[in-house]
């Protein structure tokens, strides 16, 4: 059974940081994955997907990377900014066999200090 | 942009009560989801619809029953609510295709007192 696991829980950094959120999961036979951004008490924005067969993905300053053979990804923040600080969640899509299902981390709480 | 949208960011139920969640999509999406988050247990599907008047069980349906009449509305209904059901309820939708990228509205908080 699928476990996607993220590390660390929370995470604090000064402003203007570059900083890396670890996702990993345990099967390696994934459709895609995808990062989420949640903010206190709202709803998730997606912010990156990457198919299986893609290593990475950009959007701005925010670089999503995909190793299927070691069960990882990793967001990649540049020059953080205090507007930064939310919660961030990975979920991985095992296919459209698998029910449509995501499977998720439980996220890392991160806060950027001014 | 797609967008998703809930009927209330805030809600306020008595125990017992019959409660509607709404949740609307304009991107003719056909996959539409119900989640529940609750702190310390991340979120965990209720149900899902891949078309109308097609529903599957997630991982929690005890307790829940949903409703796709049509395509761009899903439903979550707590039949009798109980105060363990006090949480943020999310929906999401995904169109069938290559990436089944997922969605979400702005979230409901429901208060069962």
């Known amino acids: 059974k699928q476990e996607v696991t993220q590390i660390p829980a929370a995470l604090s950094v000064p402003e203007g940081e570059n900083l890396v959120l670890n996702c990993s999961f345990t099967?390696?036979?994934?459709?895609?994955l995808q990062w989420f951004r949640q903010d206190p008490g709202k709803g998730l924005t997606s912010l990156l997907l990457?198919?299986?067969s893609q290593r990475e993905q950009t959007s701005g300053r925010l670089n999503a990377s995909l190793d299927k053979s070691s069960g990882r990804s990793t967001l990649y923040i540049a020059a953080s900014q205090p507007g930064d600080s939310a919660t961030y969640l990975c979920?991985?899509?095992?296919?459209?066999?698998?029910?449509?299902?995501?499977?998720w981390g439980a996220g890392t709480k991160l806060i950027i200090k001014p | 942009d797609v967008k998703v949208t809930q009927s209330s960011r805030y809600l306020v139920k008595r125990t017992g009560e019959k409660v509607f969640l709404e949740c609307v999509q304009d991107?003719?999406?056909?996959?539409m989801f119900w989640y529940r988050q609750d702190p310390g247990l991340g979120l965990r599907l209720i149900y899902f619809?891949?078309?109308?008047?097609?529903?599957e069980k997630g991982d929690i349906p005890e307790g829940y029953s949903v409703s796709r009449e049509k395509k761009e509305r899903f439903s979550l209904i707590l039949e009798s609510a109980s105060t363990n059901q006090t949480s943020m309820y999310l929906c999401?939708?995904?169109?069938?295709?290559?990436?089944?990228?997922?969605?979400f509205g702005p979230g409901t908080r429901l208060t069962v007192t």
């Open positions: 979920a991985v899509h095992e296919g459209p066999d698998s029910n449509y299902q995501l499977i």
């Open positions: 991107m003719d999406h056909e996959n």
């Open positions: 990457i198919q299986s």
């Open positions: 099967d390696s036979a994934i459709y895609n």
């Open positions: 999401a939708s995904s169109l069938d295709g290559i990436t089944y990228e997922q969605y």
């Open positions: 619809s891949y078309d109308v008047k097609m529903k």
